[in-house]
């Protein structure tokens, strides 16, 4: 069962006082910052699966900036704007970068909660998605170039032969080399491999490893 957090942006220390009050009440574990600095600090401290409520508006780095740093890093935190007051172009550029909401100040308590539910589900999926390419990027890590190189093609639907005429190679010798890749992902036939692999794509996980 994984710990949920909120950790909370805002320069005004009346309205995060009062954020954190309610989240609490509501049975989150809230950590609160007064500045995008502050909880750019204690990243290493960051514990999914977790949402970010943060101000649009303040000094120093922005909520904006705050999300650009975020981008920077590769770290993945469904966000939640709030603000007061905001150009139309910033909340523009807000949920272009992956925002899944923005609240105007004074908001209704209940959306908020919304919007918090909503960002921990999807850094649930998120993490069973890393969980899932992990392991993928393990089974494939025991492939050799050739093999994993006949796999690639295989994923793109390519047969024996018509693999065999790409890469110059008798279609026998692929197909020994199927039974290895099958092997070593741990399934016994293509339609087990497809499965395994579906919705992610093996060219990507390769660069990771």
Known sequence: MFQEHVY???DN???RFHLKDLLVQKGYNVNDFDGAQAFIDGLEKL???CVLVVDMRMPDLSG???QHQLKLRHIVIPTIFISGES???EIIDAMKS???EFLWKPFQSEHLIAAIDRGLALDVQHIHIQERKSKLQSLQA???PRENEIFLLIYKGLGNKEIGVKLGIFSDTVKKHRAHILEKMQ???LHELLQLWDGIDPAETQKLI
């Open 8 to 10: 909370l942006v805002d």
């Open 13 to 15: 220390s009346e309205v």
């Open 47 to 49: 514990s999914h699966p």
């Open 64 to 66: 904006l900036d705050l």
């Open 87 to 89: 150009h139309h172009q």
């Open 98 to 100: 992956g925002a899944i």
């Open 142 to 144: 025991e492939l050799s």
């Open 187 to 189: 399934v016994t036939n």
